[in-house]
């Protein structure tokens, strides 16, 4: 068995967070310090445990895995942390590193260093068993002043005495953790796992009264999310951003802020901003007290494979980072993207929507959907540029439409039957609207250019009381560019 007992430094705590990196480099900089490292610590080992506000890796099962101890301590030690500044041991049980990390805290080991016959380990005190102080034993504590008092104050001298006067004296639980720390009896623990869901509360220092200023707390919180998003290898899509205020008031006492991205993103920085744009527009009725970050939606990331070519990289937010930020600063209905809508009347083939609402695109298609929509696409090239909000009837001469002048067909008729089922609102709706029973022309104009013109059908469901012999009417509905 192989254990290492790590710890974050107390010294991280008296930094100030004042960066926005997007890995932390201190424990403030994180709402639970110790939880973001234990989650780190799992890349390495199933077996974590938390003790107090230490943790034990039990490592000795993914040696194998990493290629030998060495290769493991190397990857341990050697790999970026959640947490800059933090203290370890080892030992061959779980008491052991941990009564070493206690002693390494009076006096903190150098950083690993490479040696010829070991590789990179940490250099903690390599004290042995008996020689440990009892104070390091958490089960001895309540009982060194009397232990003090009969010569005893190491491990080896407590085990020395007979086992009998020291149940009888001091109980079995003593002599069940020295039994434990010599590897005697199996260490039990309740192993951590991996949250399937990221939900972290933090405690405010003082109250806060602004909602803007709930962002410099909120960047813990986005640390810490971001330590286990890394972990789980996931993208967060959907998180929401909860607070409780001061239940003294005569107000509310709780409120939230939901946020969404287009895509699965690791971009912390992204969404502080996203943050700070919401939060200034909010007005708090009470003090805050807490906050609370939850993850509503999140997806597994494919990963990207880098360039070494300077031309491939590229600078600046993307383009959804850049509409998400739009939103969330002018409003969501100020911001509109263009969706397609399954009907074949022109005026009816898109709606604007606002563009956080709108599904992504860019999904790749194959097989016949693939060929429909490549077939799709190039009969849509034919339809203009700019269509009329409301189709523009035209002035008719001699059966020939009138724009700015006589018109010319170029191309045509397509023709357009759709929206049967509303034969009752044809004769009621206005010109566009409702059933469409229509002929498309191409034409030319000397003064406009070209034009997108149609032709109502006069016969068919919905033209009541009409004549086959009574002229068509003519209506603009689209001008190319």
Known sequence: MHWIALQPRPEAAQVAAQSSVPMPEDATALADALSALAWWALRFTPKVAQMGDALVLEVSGSERLFGGRQALLHAIFGADKPVGSIQYARGATSLIALARL????????????PTADEGVVPRSRAIAPDDLPLYALAAARAHLPTLARIGCTRWGQVRALPRGGVARRFGAPLLDALDCAYGLKPELYPWLVWPEVFDVALELAAQVETAPSLLFAARRLLNQL???????????LALRLGWQMDQRRDTASEGELVLRTAEPTLDMNHLQRLLGEHLARITLPAPVLYLRLRTLETQTLNGSTASLLPDEVLGGDSWHQLLERLAARLGPQ???????????RPERMQAWAPASSVPLRGVKQSG??????????????LYPSWLLASPLKLAVRQARPLYQ?????????????AAWWEVGARDTAPAGQGCALRDYFLARSEQAGLLWIYRERLSGPGRTGSSTDAAPNWYLHGLFA
Do not use: F
């Open 405 to 417: 002048g006589p018109l010319t067909l170029l191309a045509g008729p397509q023709r357009l039957e």
């Open 226 to 236: 971001l330590v286990w998003l890394r972990a789980r290898q996931r993208g967060v």
């Open 102 to 113: 206690q002693l390494a805290t009076a006096d903190p080991p150098a950083e690993p260093q």
């Open 368 to 381: 016949q959907a693939g060929a429909n929509a490549l077939q799709a696409s190039k009969s849509d090239e």
């Open 334 to 344: 100020c911001v509109l993207q263009a969706q397609a809508c399954a009907d074949h």
